[in-house]
Structure formats: structure tokens, C-alpha cells
């Protein structure tokens, strides 16, 4: 079984721009959530998506959205990028509560 | 709000020797504890996962035990080799997956910072 994919591996924007990063999870999971880590502050999450629906939103601002479709496949979007945006974007999936949260390899963010 | 710490931050041992890392969390009423390992510029590995009514998991040489009412969880490796120096996080999850836009959510952890193991040979 495949794990959870997500592309690109790394990716180089200007501040103010913006950027959309793609996450495919495990086959048949349906809960699939986004986290940020930067050395100072860790893992972070940033929000969940279950069956195309927002279940749960993190503390950031309102640049960072996130949808999900119906093949349960997600994309996340940063917009006007500031250097603080800079990390590594972790995506993971899960079947359920009781179950482990897998995670992908992350996509490395460097906004200059 | 839950908060997670890992002691020690880092740990440097040889190889061979038996180690333990420690979790702890001030919010008791989680529904489970994860340990991940993370390998330098890649994502997280799941590890062990126990369940709030368990007291511990193991998998080959590492064993993760958990005491919910005094909020701590350790993840015990034996006879460490250089293939196990990476950075360990301990997560948990709420009791009643938190959601504020309708349903259960299963997704949102609360991670420790993490402790940075060395085995050298």
C-alpha cells in the first residue's frame, strides 16, 4: 500500500506570492490533516479535511486554506508569502481516532 | 490547552547501550500517545501507538509504555544501533477529538519538541 505522497518536495517563491502544495494520502483514508514545523516553534497544525469538509482549523492566519477533494487528495494554499512561511509542510492521513496519524515526506518551503 | 515535553532534548550514546525517552503531558484526558522517529529533511515515521486504556506497545526492540494519570510516556530502545539516531516525537490526541466545524476530527496531535538521539558506533 502506498503511503502518503506529497509534492513538490521543495519549492522556492518571492514573498508575496503564492503557493499551493499537494498532498494524495493513504487509499481509503478519508482524514487527512496539514501541519508546519520550523525549528523554533515544532510541529504545528494548520488544519484537517475529512470527506471534502474542513473538520478542524489551527491557529494561523487566514492565508493558509486548504480544501480536499473528492478522492480525498488535498492541496493546501499559502498566499502573499512572508519569510516566515518558511518550513517544512507536513501532510498526514488517518482511518479513524483510534488509529495512527501517517505522515509524507513534506514539502520544504523557502520564500525569499 | 495540552502541552507536550520531551526530556532529554538531546542524547548521545554507544552503541549497544539500552535508552530511554521520556514524554509528559499536562492534560491527562487523551485518547492516545504516538511515538514518531523523523530522519533529518524527512517526514515523520509512526513508530508506536497506545491507546489510552493500554499500558504499553511494543515492536522489536522498542517499547513504549504510558500512564495516563500521571501524564507521562517513555519509549524504551534496546541495544541501540547507529541506525536509530534520528529525532523522536511523542504525540497525543485529545479524548474528544476536538472539531469546531461539525464532526469528530481525528487528524489534530499535540507534539512534544522532540528528543535528538546519537548512537555512535
Known amino acids: 500500500k502506498a503511503g502518503v505522497t506529497q509534492t513538490p518536495r521543495y519549492l522556492i517563491k518571492t514573498r508575496g506570492q503564492q503557493v499551493t502544495l499537494s498532498c494524495s494520502p493513504i487509499?481509503?483514508?478519508?482524514?487527512v490533516s496539514w501541519y508546519q514545523q520550523t525549528p523554533g516553534q515544532g510541529l504545528q497544525f494548520l488544519f484537517e479535511?475529512?470527506?471534502?469538509?474542513?473538520?478542524n482549523k489551527g491557529n494561523f492566519p487566514g492565508r493558509f486554506s486548504g480544501r480536499q477533494f473528492s478522492n480525498s487528495r488535498s492541496e493546501m494554499n499559502v498566499s502573499t508569502l512572508e519569510l516566515g512561511d518558511s518550513a517544512l509542510y507536513l501532510c498526514?492521513?488517518?482511518?479513524?481516532?483510534?488509529?495512527?496519524?501517517?505522515f509524507g515526506n513534506g514539502t520544504r518551503l523557502t520564500v525569499t | 490547552k495540552q502541552e507536550v515535553t520531551q526530556i532529554p532534548a538531546a542524547l548521545s550514546v554507544p552503541e549497544g547501550e539500552n535508552l530511554v525517552l521520556n514524554c509528559s503531558f499536562t492534560?491527562?484526558?487523551?485518547?492516545?500517545l504516538q511515538w514518531f522517529r523523523q530522519d533529518p529533511g524527512k517526514g515523520l515515521t509512526s513508530l508506536l501507538l497506545i491507546q489510552s486504556s493500554q499500558r504499553e506497545q511494543t515492536s522489536g526492540r522498542l517499547n513504549a509504555s504510558l500512564d495516563k494519570s500521571s501524564g507521562r510516556s517513555t519509549l524504551y530502545i534496546a541495544a541501540s544501533q547507529p541506525g536509530d539516531s534520528a529525532t523522536y516525537l511523542c504525540a497525543v490526541r485529545p479524548v474528544l477529538p476536538a472539531s469546531n466545524a461539525g464532526g469528530t476530527s481525528y487528524g489534530k496531535l499535540t507534539f512534544g519538541q522532540g528528543t535528538i538521539l546519537t548512537v555512535h558506533p
Open positions: 479535511y475529512f470527506s471534502e469538509t474542513q473538520r
Open positions: 487509499s481509503g483514508h478519508r482524514s
Open positions: 492534560d491527562s484526558a487523551i485518547y492516545n
Open positions: 498526514a492521513s488517518t482511518l479513524e481516532g483510534s488509529s495512527p496519524l501517517h
